[in-house]
């Protein structure tokens, strides 16, 4: 990519809001992240063990390319989508638009916050490069067990995390947009202190990407 192209690149993220995406360049944001993500995002899911008849909820869904790569792996159980985001919620619509129409997957607007689900709601949930957005992380991770079933696994994907090997430009995101940006023993810390009574962390060296594995 050259210099002017990843100035653009900026440019769209700026105005397009990665914390809440908004407006036409909130869309072409998610659109590339939807590519941008795939390779990891298909790491961090590796962690899954499939039995395809699952209730699965992603939270902070984006522009729904997770949701896609999980409906592969479903065939009698229900997909659903999450995201705070109106131009997110109708990204992810358009992107699984064959899904939800064949009653498979549902997509909705909601915070992390008050998850708008019942108890013991979900056997897997997933959030992938939202996290360090959340308004309360630590609190927030309470309210994602609350909807996962008992023995369920919620699974935390991200290339951001406190660690040695940050780049100058990715330092100045996390200060920027205020990420929340934990060391993995505080990532362990935290999901204990949420009630997850087992907690993995997985790291794969190459790209420096985390991936923590809580279970109810």
């Given at each position: 990519m050259?210099?002017?192209?990843?100035?653009q690149q900026k440019k769209i993220t700026t105005a397009g809001n990665p914390a809440k995406p908004t407006g036409e360049a909130g869309e072409k944001m998610l659109a590339r992240m939807n590519?941008?993500?795939a390779e990891l995002t298909a790491w961090g899911l590796s962690f899954f063990h499939w039995q395809g008849n699952e209730d699965v909820l992603d939270i902070g869904c984006g522009g729904g390319a997770n949701l896609h790569r999980m409906s592969g792996h479903i065939e009698s159980g229900h997909l659903t989508g999450v995201d705070y985001a109106r131009t997110s919620v109708e990204t992810s619509r358009q992107t699984n638009?064959?899904?939800?129409?064949a009653g498979k997957m549902t997509v909705c607007e909601g915070s992390v916050e008050a998850l708008p689900f019942a108890d013991d709601a979900f056997d897997k949930i997933t959030t992938v490069e939202s996290f360090y957005f959340w308004p309360d992380p630590p609190e927030n991770l309470k309210e994602v067990r609350r909807v996962l079933k008992q023995g369920g696994t919620f699974l935390l994907i991200s290339e951001?995390?406190?660690?040695?090997g940050l780049s100058a430009e990715v330092q100045e995101n996390i200060k920027n947009y205020h990420l929340y940006n934990p060391t993995p023993e505080t990532f362990k810390a935290i999901f204990r202190a949420a009630g997850f009574r087992s907690v993995a962390v997985h790291i794969e060296e190459e790209h420096g990407w985390i991936c923590i594995e809580g279970t109810k």
């Open positions: 050259t210099k002017d192209e990843m100035m590519e941008s993500h638009a064959d899904d939800i129409a951001i995390y406190d660690h040695p």
